[in-house]
């Protein structure tokens, strides 16, 4: 059978026209979670949203799935891979944004609720019965909670009481075997730049945090220094340890390392004692990762020596590198030049910032695609969506026909994208490794 029977265009065609019915709902239930951001595993309004929607369709969606996350199923009866198609339904919390809660300051200022809305677009058109009947295979829809890595303390009480081990949604649906019998994730991400394209991401750095607390002892800090040890001197050198490292970090591999101290004493009449600070290292690869913090230790554990502190440092994974599959977003591009033409394709380089999507690119094919259509800094108060029809639903419709693509003609295609693929860790290798940069180690420099 060609890779490009027509049976993909009926197929298409009857995707598209039931997208096109559900236009102002889907736009409709985009604005409504834009309006009412909720920061990661709080997103409870939101995802009663998605799971009713879904319900509306005929889904059966099941809720609290790591949390806030929900998850609908769609079986076509016939043998083949399984497809996950996923949006997020976190916010951040950037207060000064127009549309921030005046209660929690959460703003969608990362436009994940757009995600929401093009995975739903995508769900109404793959649920149709004629649309079905000509595939093979599982498609999954995926509400996904707490992309980004913010209100660490929050999550890391749900971590103590049992609620979660890892504090991004994708890790946890990893961890819960939600993406066990998964071979093909996908998502559409919005994104600043001119025009209406819808352009696969290339990579991203991945990143770990950590926390950090350097201990000294308080003494008269004008009469008596000198019985003091100085956890802010500590902390001093050990970001001109770290900024002095920087030549020793290949560009290939991209590291950024970007520390801020957020408590640098009690009392400025006093030596300070307790002195804390966080800190994100992120890299293209796993090793460059590993390479820096090892790097990262040694000036925090020299500086504190030096002072004669004491240090303790605790480690958390953020997310790992991404790397999507080049060969799906080119099956992508032959929707995205169907619905916007050749101008609306494109790359986006590689990026050194961070997503949890990272985590999944690692172990299965993944599309993590772009949206234009929105303008202003993301993560800041600028930051706007203009173009909900491409946000929402061009971008949908691409996702639904690029489903199609990957399994109609007994998933042909999605077989071989599945065959090609080499994952760069093992499932069990991927948390094996997560796991490993979890650890507080506590070091007395006197
Ligand atoms: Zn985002």
Redesign the pocket.
């Known amino acids: 059978m060609s890779e490009h029977s027509p049976t993909n265009q009926s197929a298409k065609q009857a995707a598209i026209a039931a997208i096109d019915t559900e236009f102002e709902a889907l736009i409709a239930l985009s604005k409504d979670i834009w309006d009412h951001p909720e920061p990661g595993f709080r997103e409870h309004r939101s995802a009663k949203l998605t799971s009713d929607y879904m319900s509306s369709l005929g889904l059966k969606p099941r809720e609290n799935v790591a949390i806030t996350g929900v998850v609908a199923k769609v079986e076509t009866g016939r043998p083949g891979p399984h497809i996950a198609v996923m949006g ?1 339904l976190d916010s951040l919390i950037v207060p000064e944004h127009r549309n921030a809660d005046p209660e929690t300051g959460a703003a969608h200022v ?1 436009g ?1 609720n757009i995600q929401i809305g093009n995975m739903l677009a995508a769900a109404v058109g793959l649920s149709q019965p004629e649309v079905l009947e000509q595939l093979n295979g599982t498609i999954s829809f995926m509400a996904v909670p707490a ?2 890595y913010i209100e660490i303390e929050y999550r890391e009480q749900l971590r103590e009481s049992g609620d979660l081990e890892f504090l991004a949604g994708k890790q946890e649906f990893v961890r819960l075997g939600e993406l066990d019998d998964v071979d093909i994730s996908m998502l559409t ?1 919005a994104n600043v730049w001119e025009g209406r394209s819808l352009r696969p991401g290339v990579s991203h750095n991945g990143m770990i945090a950590k926390t950090v607390r350097f201990i000294g002892k308080s003494a008269h800090a004008g009469g008596a220094p000198h019985l003091g040890i100085n956890a802010l001197n500590a902390a001093n050198l050990a970001m001109q340890g770290i900024a002095l490292l920087r030549e020793t970090f290949q560009d290939e591999d991209h590291v950024r390392i970007h520390p801020i101290i957020t408590r640098g004493g009690a009392a400025v009449s006093s030596v300070p004692a307790n002195v804390t600070m966080e800190m994100f290292i992120r890299a293209s690869n796993v090793e460059a990762i590993q390479d820096a913090e090892a790097k990262v230790d040694r000036a925090l554990k020299g500086a504190a020596m030096t002072i004669g502190a004491s240090v303790e440092i605790s480690t958390s994974p953020g997310y790992m590198p991404s790397k999507f599959d080049p060969a799906m977003s080119e099956i992508y591009d032959e929707s995205v030049v169907e619905l916007l033409g050749e101008s609306g394709t494109g790359r986006v380089p590689h990026r050194t910032s961070s997503t949890d999507m990272g985590d999944i690119s690692m172990i299965m094919p993944t599309l993590h695609s772009y949206t234009s259509g929105v303008t202003g800094r993301s993560h800041s108060d600028e930051f706007e969506i203009i173009d909900w029809e491409l946000n929402v639903i061009d971008a949908g419709k691409a996702l639904a026909m690029t489903v199609i693509d990957l399994l109609a003609n007994d998933a042909i295609r999605g077989k071989k994208i599945i065959g090609q693929f080499e994952p760069l860790m093992s499932r069990e290798k991927h948390l094996e490794t997560i796991r490993a940069f979890q650890r507080t180690e506590s070091w007395d420099g006197a």
Do not use: I, L, T
Request: charged content about 50%.
């Open positions: 997020e990362c994940h992309e980004e991400h």
